[in-house]
C-alpha cells in the first residue's frame, strides 16, 4: 500500500523535476531565441546562469533523494538512502550553482559600473564560497550554516542590484529590473528554506512537508517573474 510518506516523496520530486525542467527550458530560450538574434550578452550570461543552475539542482536532486538519509523525513526519523550517504551529490551541486551565482554577481556588477574589475569583485565571494563547498568536506552542522547564511545574503544582495538598476533606468527597462530583482529574490528564498528545510521541519513545521513543497514553489515562482522581467527587457 502507498504510504503518505512515499506520496509527500513523489510530490517533492515532481516539484523539483518542473524545476530542473524549467531551468533548461530558460536556457536554450534565451541561448537560442533570444543571444542568437539579438547578441545581447546578457542575454548569453542569463542562458549559462541557467544552465549551470539545472546542472547544479540534477546532483542535488541525486543527493537529497537517493543519498540524504534525512531527506524524507527530515532528522526526526533516519533512514537508509538507496545510494548510500555520500556528500559527493551535494558538494557537486553547491559548486555548479554557486558557479551560477558568481556569473549572475559578475552580470550585474558589470551591468551597474561597466568594469572588468567590479565583474571581479562581485564574483569572487561566490566563486570562493564554491570552492568550499564544492571540495572540502564540512559536517552537515556548517555546511547549512555556511550555505543558508550565504545563500540568505546573495537573496537580499542580487534583488538589490536589481532594483538599483531599475532606480536608474525608466520605462520598460524599469519594469524589466524591478521584476527581475523580484524574481530572484523569490527564487533565493526558495534556496534558502530548502538549505534550512531540516531546521525548520525540527523547529517549526514538523517535517520537511511544508519547507520541501514551499521551496520549489518559490523557485518556480521565481522564474516566471524572471521570465517576464526578461521580455520586457526585450522590449524596452
Known amino acids: 500500500m502507498q ?4 506520496v509527500i516523496r513523489e510530490v517533492h520530486a515532481g516539484l523539483w523535476f518542473l524545476v530542473v525542467g524549467y531551468y533548461f527550458f530558460l536556457f536554450i530560450f534565451l541561448l537560442f531565441f533570444r543571444w542568437r538574434k539579438t547578441g545581447n550578452p546578457f542575454q548569453f550570461a542569463m542562458a549559462m546562469f541557467f544552465l549551470l543552475l539545472a546542472i ?11 543519498a540524504d538519509p534525512a531527506s524524507l523525513t527530515g532528522t526526526l ?14 558538494m557537486a551541486g553547491a559548486f555548479f550553482q554557486w558557479m551560477a551565482l558568481a556569473l549572475l554577481s559578475a552580470t550585474a556588477g558589470f551591468m551597474i559600473f561597466g568594469k572588468r574589475w567590479a565583474e571581479i569583485a562581485f564574483a569572487v565571494p561566490a566563486v570562493g564560497l564554491g570552492f568550499v ?50 524574481g530572484f529574490f523569490v527564487l533565493f528564498a526558495g534556496r ?22 514551499m521551496a520549489p514553489g518559490l523557485i518556480v515562482i521565481g522564474l516566471i517573474l524572471i521570465a517576464a522581467g526578461n521580455e520586457w527587457g526585450q522590449a524596452s
Not at 547544479?56 to 537517493?66: A, K, W
Not at 555556511?146 to 546573495?154: E, K, M, Q
Not at 534558502?192 to 513543497?213: C, E, K, N, Q, W
Request: glycine residues 10%.
Open 3 to 6: 504510504t503518505v510518506d512515499m
Open 56 to 66: 547544479g539542482r540534477c546532483f542535488y536532486f541525486v543527493g537529497d533523494f537517493y
Open 77 to 90: 526519523v533516519i533512514y537508509t538512502p538507496y545510494l548510500g550517504e555520500s556528500p559527493f551529490w551535494l
Open 133 to 182: 563547498l564544492g571540495f572540502i568536506p564540512l559536517d552537515a552542522t556548517t555546511r547549512v550554516l555556511l550555505s543558508g547564511t550565504a545563500g540568505a545574503i546573495y537573496a537580499l544582495f542580487i534583488p538589490l542590484l536589481f532594483w538599483y538598476l531599475a532606480w536608474q533606468s525608466g520605462g520598460m527597462l524599469r519594469r524589466s529590473n524591478l521584476f527581475l530583482g523580484l
Open 192 to 213: 534558502v528554506i530548502h538549505a534550512a528545510r531540516y531546521f525548520l521541519a525540527d523547529m517549526v513545521f514538523g517535517s520537511v512537508t511544508i519547507p520541501g513543497v
